[in-house]
């Protein structure tokens, strides 16, 4: 093994040879066989504990098991942990571990000049170099001299510690994650403690493999601390979180978390329709497993099917849920449409996937505001909101039930691929500081049954006058015709239609009366302002800070609302001479906001199925500013 | 061969029953029925409003869920609560209604196009669910909302408005189909026999678990007398077999033939000749549904017409398998919701 240094990196070497630095990011790469998810969410998990803020990005190939050592088989997993407050998960990485050439040659242009790279030696053999298309190995071509460079014999070393434990080879091999976590471990100064609970706890019921998993990720460890690395010994201190319980969470899980505690601030019976569609399925799969909370998933034949379910569970005076991406939007969006005319409380969540039609669906990207905002036939408003971070998920999908019922609307959440997956420290939300959410059919009090008319509205948020199924002396047919005002009759005159055209909009811009007005952090008006929405909240938020640090004077401003949009927004984006909004689409917000607010704004856009680079926008930004 | 018969043994459904005696006019709302004077849809509609008084359902426990087509403009005219929904996907509608509200009866109106073109996944879905929902299927044949193109259940070269020189297409059996997606209640009834069609009401609504029923019903506009041949009154008992379970399957004027198993099917065999003692006992509850998809596929003129129940069987429905995943004891308690938000470990920052 050598470790060769090629480039002075700059931070002090304290006298224990161990370095300190503010912020690292480290990148797992493998096969998918290579089990760097695991290796990825336990340092994530080790991290935490520690003390670091950290954001994860996982980033896996559709297929399930492409050939082993293939380019398409590479999956991989980046962590960026930090003693500040940081919001994404690092843009490149200063450390990558490769387990393969294939891993080596898809992620290599990520890495910094200079940065470290920990690769397994072992897996540089003449049939995986061929795999990755290297005419010759890179390891010995003088072709990495600009990095820092660990070559350890993972695979081996892996095997050398469980020999005696007599697993078969296979098993043994499989072992080499805990091995190279092992190793990451005592780079970054990471406690052993949190991943051996977890093994027991994972594996404690086949205690050969549990045995195994330690030992190599003790042997790892020791690989670190015997051999001379003593320059890539790195501690990154912890940060100052503000103080209470905290755990881990994902946008998906947020969901979840969500759901469930939305059915019971509203005391609703949660219905969660839906058919698998990545990003998307873990929601279901999750809930799936909460069957004690009363939870009914229903895995419909469809996504047809998924929110018709939903609209009859919503109908019937429950939480009507259903949860899809891209795809099965398009699908949905005739049955979206029977509730906005029904005007029946439904959640959509639309976890966004890379489109067009299959695109790449690992893969994350804002393409689907416009969808969910037109993409049906008519004239069809309805309330679309949007996460900025994985534990905002939890507080949107509150939101998102709140404004459902209050307006008695279909409301639609977007997160995406990015949020679904990305891991951050959530502060676990104290339940009674949570509101109640109020179920207006629930609160109606007819004392002549003879009043009722299913179309009449409330004067303040005009939501029609939902009642489910049950009572006495209320029947009436609801449907996808268009209603007659008030009564809910069939109707087809000109003049009707118009009212219902008109007042099926200005309920959902009323909205925006029961909404919190956009906040703008920075000047209150001046040069620029840049404008964002949806998970690019953490990139953007970077890239502000960035450019402010470079001298640059601008506003940010973050949209969770997106249809209404808060009440002040025509106002604040007229205060500014320049408004950016960057998007990880090819201007969808922008569109919007152009056609409604008749400004200039110009956009970012990165369509590439990567979150935005925060360092990309801070030029951008940059250049903007100067222009 | 002479199949035994054991014990009817089906679960009755929940049926939620009003407090007063209600009669067929308090399940009539005061809307207008528009369909064309003649059709066999008002036949329907009168005998599902008498059905339901003689079981003297609670009509604000009854939902009515259909999709588009004439057919499914039949919430309207109920007095109970009922949705008129999108084309084809009732039974996803019903279903969902249904697993939240088990208190409640709900039915599904749908046509032909309707249930088997457009929401054909959904039709094979719900009935493998064994979702408690009745479906009535009213078959003319025919798109009749759309003015006169093919439906599913068109027959092969039949001439419409979309197919000037015949369709190219051959139909589906309603019932076959039903009966492939172990569907737990398969019944055939039609729009002229009012007794029949109440009767066969009753049944369905009866049932514990998803129940089908085909409605031969007569689109006089767009395909008049698509089922006189075997339905008009006249020729009735010569050409369709009621069927009951426990009784011999027999039918003519004066029962005087019956069907028995044959080496390729089943064949109609004299009721007083030699084959007599091979005529089947018809048995709803068989769990085979061998002997009732043969039933599905008779058809005139070859072989009499089956009416009425030809499969009903007991199954735990959706809803009682979710049910018994759902602990009896809901949440409802802040600590086990603050427990989940929780996770799996947390951590403390001071
Ligand atoms: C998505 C969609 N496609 C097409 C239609 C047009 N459409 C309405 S009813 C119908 C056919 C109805 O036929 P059937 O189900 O047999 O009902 P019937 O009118 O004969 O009772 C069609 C094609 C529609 N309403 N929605
Ligand atoms: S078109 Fe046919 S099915 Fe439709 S209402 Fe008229 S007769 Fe009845
Ligand atoms: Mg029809």
Same mark, same amino acid.
């Given at each position: ?89 690092? &843009? ?48 010995? &071509?003088?072709?990495?001299?600009? !990095? ?16 005696? #434990?007599? #697993? ?16 990451? !471990? ?5 406690? #052993?403690?949190?991943?051996? &609970? ?70 609703? %019976? ?21 069957? %004690? ?164 509205? &409330? ?77 690019? !909240? ?23 609302? #997106? ?12 205060? !500014? ?51 | ?16 029953? =009003?407090?007063?005696?209600?009669? @067929?006019?308090? +399940? ?52 109970? +609560? ?46 493998? @669910? ?105 020729? @009735? ?38 084959? =007599? ?33 030809? @499969? ?5 429905? +959706? ?15 802040? =600590?086990?919701? =603050? ?12």
């Amino acid at each position: 093994m050598t470790t060769t240094s090629t480039q002075a990196d700059g931070s002090a070497n304290s006298a224990a040879g161990i370095q300190e630095r503010d912020r690292v990011t480290v990148r797992f790469a493998g096969d998918s066989g290579d089990g760097m998810q695991l290796a990825g969410n336990r340092f994530a998990d080790a991290t935490a504990v520690f003390g670091n803020d950290f954001s994860t990005l996982p980033d896996f190939p559709a297929e399930i098991r492409a050939p082993a050592g293939s380019l398409a088989g590479v999956s991989s997993f980046q962590i960026s942990f930090s003693k500040h407050l940081i919001y994404t998960p690092g &843009d490149e990485p200063d450390t990558l571990v490769a387990m393969n050439p294939a891993a080596l040659s898809s992620h290599l242009s990520a890495l910094a000049q200079g940065g470290l790279l920990v690769v397994n030696e072992d897996a540089f053999t003449s049939g995986n170099l061929k795999k990755a298309n290297y005419p010759s190995n890179p390891l010995s &071509d003088g072709s990495l001299d600009g !990095y820092r460079i660990i070559k350890a014999p993972i695979t081996t070393a892996a095997i050398a510690a469980v020999d005696d #434990l007599g #697993l078969t080879t296979q098993n043994a091999e499989r072992t080499k994650n805990f091995f190279a976590l092992g190793l990451v !471990y005592w780079l970054y100064d990471r406690n #052993l403690e949190p991943t051996l &609970d977890w093994i027991e706890e994972r594996f404690g019921r086949l205690p050969n493999i549990a045995e195994a998993n330690r030992r190599a990720l003790y042997a790892g460890h020791a690989y670190g601390e015997t051999t001379e690395l003593a320059d890539a010994h790195v501690r990154v201190p912890p940060a100052v979180l503000k103080p209470g319980e905290y755990r881990t969470i994902t946008g998906n899980q947020a969901l979840v978390l969500g759901l469930i505690t939305a059915a019971h601030l509203a005391d609703l %019976e949660l219905f969660y329709g839906s058919y698998p569609i990545t990003p998307a399925s873990d929601v279901l799969v999750e809930l799936a497993a909460l069957r %004690e909370y009363g939870v009914r998933t229903f895995q419909a034949e469809d996504e047809i099917s998924a929110i018709g379910t939903a609209i009859g569970a919503a109908y019937g005076g429950g939480l009507g849920v259903t949860g899809t991406s891209g795809p099965g939007i398009a699908l949905k969006s005739e049955a979206l449409n029977l509730a906005v005319m029904t005007e029946l409380p439904l959640i959509v969540l639309d976890v966004q996937r890379s489109g067009p039609s299959t695109g790449m669906p690992t893969k994350t990207e804002q393409t689907d505001l416009l969808q969910v905002m037109f993409g049906r036939n008519g004239e069809s408003p309805l309330c679309v909101l949007a996460a900025k971070s994985p534990g905002d998920c939890f507080y949107m999908v509150l939101e998102a039930v709140r404004l459902a019922h209050k307006f008695a609307t279909p409301v639609v959440l977007l997160s995406d691929t990015y949020l679904a997956n990305t891991a951050e420290p959530w502060p676990v939300p104290d339940l009674d500081q949570l509101d109640l959410i109020e179920v207006p059919y629930r609160r109606t009090e007819l004392t002549d049954v003879e009043e009722f008319q299913p179309y009449a509205r &409330d004067p303040e948020t005009l939501a029609r006058m939902f009642i489910p199924p049950g009572q006495a002396g209320l029947q009436h047919r609801i449907g996808g015709l268009e209603k007659a005002d008030i009564t809910g009759d069939v109707a087809y005159t000109p003049e009707n239609h118009q009212r219902m055209t008109d007042l099926r909009g200005e309920k959902i811009q009323r909205i925006a009366n029961f909404i919190p007005e956009l906040e703008v952090d920075g000047p209150e008006s001046g040069e620029l302002l840049v404008l964002s929405w949806g998970s690019t !909240y953490g990139a953007v938020f970077t890239a502000v800070n960035e450019a402010r640090d470079a001298g640059y004077e601008l506003a940010h401003a973050h949209l969770q609302y #997106l249809n209404p949009f808060p009440r002040n927004l025509g106002d604040v984006v007229s205060r !500014y001479r320049k408004v950016l909004i960057p998007e990880a689409n090819t201007g969808q917000l922008r569109m919007l906001v152009r056609a409604q607010f008749l400004v200039d704004a110009q956009g970012y856009n990165e369509v590439t199925g990567q979150p935005l680079s925060a360092r990309l926008l801070t030029e951008r930004i940059v250049q903007y500013a100067n222009e | 061969m002479v199949l035994q018969t054991p014990p009817l043994q089906t679960v009755e459904s929940m049926i939620p029953i =009003a407090e007063q005696d209600l009669s @067929r006019k308090d +399940y009539a709302s005061d809307i207008d029925t528009r369909w064309c004077p003649g059709c066999g849809d008002y036949s329907i509609l009168a005998q599902m409003q008498r059905g339901l008084a003689d079981l003297n359902v609670a009509p604000e426990k009854m939902v009515f869920v259909s999709g588009i087509g004439c057919s499914s403009r039949f919430p309207y005219y109920m007095n109970t +609560y009922g949705m008129h929904s999108i084309h084809g996907r009732a039974p996803t509608i019903a279903s969902g209604l249904k697993l939240a509200r088990e208190d409640l009866m709900v039915f599904v109106i749908t046509g032909d196009g309707d249930a088997l073109s457009i929401g054909g996944n959904h039709l094979l879905h719900v009935l493998r @669910r064994n979702v408690d929902v009745k479906i009535f299927l009213f078959n003319n044949r025919i798109y009749g909302l759309t003015k006169g193109q093919y439906s599913p259940t068109s027959e092969l070269g039949k001439v419409t408005k979309s197919s000037p020189v015949g369709t190219t297409e051959r139909p589906l059996n309603p019932l076959a189909v039903a009966l492939a997606s172990e569907a737990t209640f398969v019944a055939r009834s039609y729009d002229t026999d009012p007794q029949h069609l109440q009767a066969t009401i009753h049944r369905a609504a009866k049932h514990h678990g998803a129940a089908f029923v085909e409605i031969l019903q007569n689109c006089n506009i767009f395909n008049d007398r698509a089922f006189a041949d075997y339905t008009d009154r006249d020729v @009735r008992d010569e050409r369709l077999l009621y069927l009951e379970h426990g009784e011999p399957m027999l039918f003519g004027e004066s029962k005087n033939k019956g069907l028995a198993v044959s080496a390729t099917g089943l064949r109609v065999v004299e009721a007083d000749g030699p084959d =007599a003692g091979l005529i089947l006992t018809h048995d709803a509850t068989r769990p085979s549904p061998d002997v009732h998809q043969l039933l599905a596929r008779c058809s005139y003129p070859e072989m009499p017409v089956p009416m009425g129940v030809i @499969r009903q069987v007991t199954a735990p429905t +959706y809803g009682d398998y979710l049910d018994g995943q759902i602990e009896v004891q809901k949440f409802r308690n802040r =600590a086990d919701v =603050a427990g989940l938000l929780r996770g799996r470990s947390t951590w403390q920052v001071e």
